[in-house]
Structure formats: C-alpha cells, structure tokens
C-alpha cells in the first residue's frame, strides 16, 4: 500500500512538473515552485538533474519569454542552472520596465526597508520609542556602537545547539535525507525552514554593493554564522511596499588580501532574490569607504587610503569579486572537520569504500591514412521524425575527421547500414577499413562475427567507460547542438530533425577544426575546397522552378517551400512545400533568408519546439553526461 501510494505521488509530481505554467507568478516564486516539486521527487528517490529541471522550466514560460529561450537552447557552451536562472531573472525584471512595473520580490531592484515599531520595551530594532521604520517616518539612522551588546529584535549571544537542522520538517537531530516526514503525504512543513532549503537554489551567490539597503540581506542561511531567529516585527520592504519576513540575524566575513571585512548584523531573508551588502554599515564598521567607477570599483581603507578589494561592473550592478560564500567566524572543533571530511578511513577500509574512477590516459596515436580507423556509435531514441526515424547511426574516419550519418528507424538496421557505408567508403578511396572503435551495444555485437569475417578489428569500449569511445560521443553533442541551432532559426517543429541533423553533418564538414589543423573534413578527405557560396539558411523561404512538374500551362511556375537541406545524390536543394507535404529537388531556386515559413504559419511556433526539445531525455541533448553510452 505504502508502495502504490508513493508511486502514485511521483506520477502525479512529474505531471505537474511538465503541466506548471509560470502564468502571473513572479521568476522567483516560480523557480521556486518547480524546485519544490523537483524536490518531492528527491525525496522519493527520483532524483532530477540540473538541465532536466532547467528544461521543465522553461518549457513553463510564455511566450514573451521566447527571445530568451532561444539563446539558452541554441547554446553551444554548457551553462550552469545558477547562470541561467540569474538571466531569467534580469530579463523578467526589463520586461516589468517596459510594461512599468516593478517586482515586490526582487529585492535589489527596490528600496529596502523595515517597517514596525523600533523601541526598546517591543522587541524592536531602535533606542528609542518612535517608529522609524524604512517606508515610515524618517529619520538619521543611529550610531553602530556595540552592537554585539544591544538585544536587537530578540538577537542575543547565548550559544546556539549545534545539531543538524532538518530543511523538511525544521526539527533538530536530523537532515532531510533522514526524516521521515519525507514520505507522509499529509505533512506540511514549515514555510520558514522549506524557504531555506530551496531559497538559495540556482540563486546568483554574489554579494551586491548596494546604496539603497540599510542593513545586510542575503538569502542564504549558510552565508552567516553566530546566527539566531530573528523575534522582531520588523520586515524589508520593497518599492511597492510589499514586506518580506526577517527569519535569522548573524555575521559574516568577507577575506581580502589585507585585512578581513566585517559583516555585522547580517539579516536572513528567505524570499529575496539577491545578497545585499549595505554599503553604510559596510564603511561604518570597518572604517572604510568606496569609489565607484563606470566598469569598477574599490573599497579603500579610511586611514591609509590603501586598496582593500576591487571590483568589476557586472550587468549595471557592482558584486565583491571572487565571493562565493561568507567565512564563518566560528572556529570548528576537529571532531566537526573529521564530520565533514566524511570520516577519512584507514588505508584497508578506504580500497573498500572510497574506490573511484581512474583518469583516462590521454591517446597520441594517430591515424596516417583514411579508413585506419572508423568511429561508429547510435544515437537515440528521439521522437519520431517526418520519415518514421528515432535513431541515427555514425562512423568518424579518424585521419580527417569527416562523418557520415544513416538515419534509423530500428536499431537492428544498423547492420544493413554498414554495409552500405563499407561499400561507398571502399569503393570511393579504393582502401578497405582497417579497424573500427564501438561500444559494446546488441547492435554490435551482431556485427562482431562479420567484422572478424573480413579481417576488421573490432576494438570494443569497457562497460560504463563511454570516455573510451570519446570521439564518437562528442560528435553526437556537436550534430545535436547545430541539429537544434537550425530548428530553433527556422522555428520548425522538432519533427524535422532528421533532416536538421543531415544539414548539420554537411555544414560540420565543411567547416575549418582545430583538430586538424583548421582545415575543413571535406578538403581533408577529398582534396578540395568546400564551395560557399551554394549555402543558404536552413529553413527559409524558397521558390523552387516547378515548371516541369506542372499538368497545365495555368498552373504557377513556382510556390512558396522551405528549404531543407542539401540532396547528397542530386547535389542540390531538397524544397518542401508545407500544404501538400511533397519535396521538390531542384537546382533552380530562389531564396529569401529572411522569412522563415513555419514562423509565419505558426506564430507560436518557437514555444512549441522549446516544449518539446524540453522533454527531451538529457542523454539526448548531451550525450556526454550519460555513463551508459546509448545502447540498452
């Protein structure tokens, strides 16, 4: 019974994690949904990644959002969750300047302040009786003197328990990978402690200088030590004058290579959005001041006018530079160190325990001839193409670097695809294939008999060390990064990439790589030069002459058909006509590279791809993060 139940929950979390739309949510409060339900499934032991999380986000945005959302997929670099959520969050806040608006929860993009009564008989923050609250009535902000001595809001100096606190339930004695609270569905933790499990999550890490803000804000519990709850009433405010709830007070430490700098009174709030540094209490207690320039900035000391820290200019806003956390200004004990080192064993129960993958030595050999060696792996499954397709196979002739892909409707058709690759290959250079590298997939296996047959060797990669056969799998990452390149331009459905990823192996090989010395695979391999000029956009606008397609002399000489590539047999333009779905090949075309038919056809055209390149598997999208390879 316990079993169905939580089955049932991780269902009913994964459709909610595909079907959760942002809608009027803010950037931050709708990250921080879809974490929360990433972390459902943790807790039930499917644990998703970075990039799968990332892909169900984006997935949810709208369509404002597009221009975006493009540059994140169409990336060729790797990017971190943390960078793509702070670039989420900068262009949610130029859309609210456009439109006039101003986001209550983003807390560098708004004053700051503390509204509540601040005198010493209410638990508040002042010497006095007034209310002198941010957003209330002003006045000079008091003197910082002693301020470890004053009960601030319920601050105090008794010592705190060291047990480990529960992000879940918010109980000490346990972490969350123990609670049991994890599997009862009718729990609900406390908001206080579930904010602090997932408020720093894909958060930017930095801590901002800032003018406006009167006090130190962060959002990240783990950035301040000596740290109590805060008991006062007092809260933050935001230009719109929403108030966000002050849960811990603490300190921090910022290292510089003089001297440390002193973060007194550092408040602890869960929702907002960015790590303030007040640039007051900054240079008031520790005697210091700054200079801000256009691209920099420095913090000097107030005596010696010496350089403490220097800065750059980041996105209009000034971050202290190479901090990614706050030092703690509590020495541990050797016990708490040994903790977490995670308890260094003796030499016998280490070889046991800690066994680890070794490094991959790097290989120098180097093929003198074409066809010495050929890399060959598969690619799949996807979803269905045009043509039925959900695989690809490869072969990567290792002397120049040139890739023949065969596109799959089974993986059990490999074997009919090698042959006709051995045949065109032998045949064209007049040289047989020497050895081929592969993992040790079915599909292979069923070859190694006919390798053996014709004298092939058939060098196999050990299970789990897909590294091995690295040539390969980073081919896939390439094809599938321009495959997706092409298809996001063109806004086509992700149906067509098969006939994206045939594009991009023809524009890879004839593009200059480092590899082989900035030369191009084709010239390599053929001895002459890839012809430019006969490139066009893949996906735009073409009118192809269909004159000798025509039944009478009324008909029109040509229609509107999107490009599709190149015909590796006719040696010119594949043209698909959307309305009848028929190809044309023909040589005389004329092109617009600046419309892109399935754009016009389907305003809505690119959120429908980024939906469905986002269920995508990541093995797809990045056949270097799997250490299963891509065979069953």
């Not at 969750?81 to 983003?106: C, M």
């Not at 801590?207 to 783990?222: I, Q, R």
């Not at 002459?545 to 009478?552: G, V």
Request: charged residues 20%; proline residues 5%.
């Amino acid at each position: 019974m316990f079993s169905s139940i939580t089955k049932a929950r991780t269902v009913n979390t994964k459709i909610a994690l595909a079907t959760t739309k942002k809608g009027d949510m803010s950037m931050a409060e709708y990250v921080g949904k879809m974490r929360a339900l990433a972390d459902e499934l943790t807790y039930a032991g499917k644990t998703i990644d970075d990039d799968e999380l990332m892909s169900y986000i984006l997935s949810g945005l709208d369509y404002d959002y597009n221009p975006i959302m493009f540059p994140l997929v169409a990336r060729v670099e790797p990017i971190s969750f943390g960078e793509a959520y702070s670039q989420l969050l900068i262009y949610e806040h130029r859309v609210e300047l456009q439109h006039g608006d101003a986001n209550p929860a983003s807390a560098n993009t708004a004053s700051r302040g503390r509204g509540g009564n601040r005198g010493h008989g209410n638990g508040g923050r002042g010497r006095n009786s007034t209310s002198r609250g941010r957003g209330h009535s002003s006045g000079a902000y008091p003197p910082q003197q002693n301020n470890n001595s004053s009960n601030r809001g319920g601050y105090n100096n008794s010592g705190s328990d060291t047990r480990p606190k529960c992000q879940f339930c918010g109980k000490r004695g346990h972490t969350v990978v123990n609670c049991w609270h994890c599997f009862d569905e009718d729990f609900t933790p406390d908001e206080r402690y579930a904010g602090a499990a997932t408020a720093s999550y894909g958060v930017d890490t930095n801590w901002y200088t800032d003018t406006g803000a009167t006090d130190h804000v962060t959002s990240e519990l783990e950035k301040i030590t000596v740290r109590d709850k805060y008991k006062g009433h007092d809260q933050i405010h935001t230009a719109s004058g929403a108030g966000m709830k002050i849960s811990h007070i603490g300190h921090s430490v910022v290292k510089t290579p003089t001297r440390n700098l002193h973060l007194n009174d550092v408040l602890y709030v869960p929702k907002a959005s960015k790590n303030l540094v007040s640039i007051h209490r900054l240079a008031s207690n520790n005697s210091a001041f700054l200079e801000f320039h256009p691209d920099y900035f420095f913090i000097k000391d107030q005596a010696t006018k010496k350089t403490l820290l220097k800065g750059c200019c980041h996105n209009g806003l000034y971050p202290l530079p190479s901090i990614k956390r706050a030092y703690g200004a509590v020495k541990p004990s050797v016990d708490r160190c040994h903790s977490r080192l995670a308890h260094p064993a003796p030499p016998i129960v280490e070889r046991k325990a800690k066994s680890h993958q070794l490094p991959y030595l790097q290989s120098h050999n180097i093929s003198s001839h074409p066809l010495e060696l050929v890399y060959s792996d598969i690619w799949g499954p996807a979803p269905n193409s045009v043509s039925g397709q959900k695989y690809y196979v490869s072969f990567i002739d290792d002397y120049n670097k040139f890739t023949w892909i065969y596109l799959l409707k089974f993986k059990s058709d490999v074997f009919q695809k090698f042959h006709e690759f051995q045949s065109l290959v032998e045949r064209l250079f007049n040289r047989k294939i020497i050895s081929i590298q592969t993992d040790w997939g079915g599909e292979y296996q069923r070859l190694h008999n006919f390798f053996s047959k014709f004298s092939i060797t058939h060098h196999v990669s050990c299970p789990h060390a897909h590294q091995q056969n690295g040539a390969a799998e980073r081919k896939h990452r390439h094809i599938v990064e321009v495959g997706l390149a092409l298809l996001a331009q063109a806004c086509m459905p992700l149906k067509f990439w098969g006939k994206a990823f045939l594009s991009a192996v023809y524009l890879i090989n004839r593009t200059p790589s480092r590899v082989i010395e900035y030369s191009t695979p084709l010239k390599r391999l053929f001895h002459q030069q890839p012809v430019y000029s006969s490139l066009r956009i893949f996906g735009c606008a073409c009118w192809p002459n269909l004159r000798p397609y025509n039944h009478h002399k009324l008909q029109f000489r040509s229609l509107q058909c999107v490009f599709l590539g190149y015909s590796p047999i006719h040696k010119r333009f594949k043209c698909l006509n959307p309305s009848s779905g028929r190809v044309y090949i023909s040589c005389d075309v004329t092109f617009d590279e600046s419309v892109f038919p399935f754009q016009n056809m389907h305003p809505n055209a690119g959120q429908r791809l980024q939906s469905e390149i986002s269920i995508l598997s990541p093995s797809l999208l990045n056949p270097l993060t799997t250490d299963q390879g891509f065979h069953n």
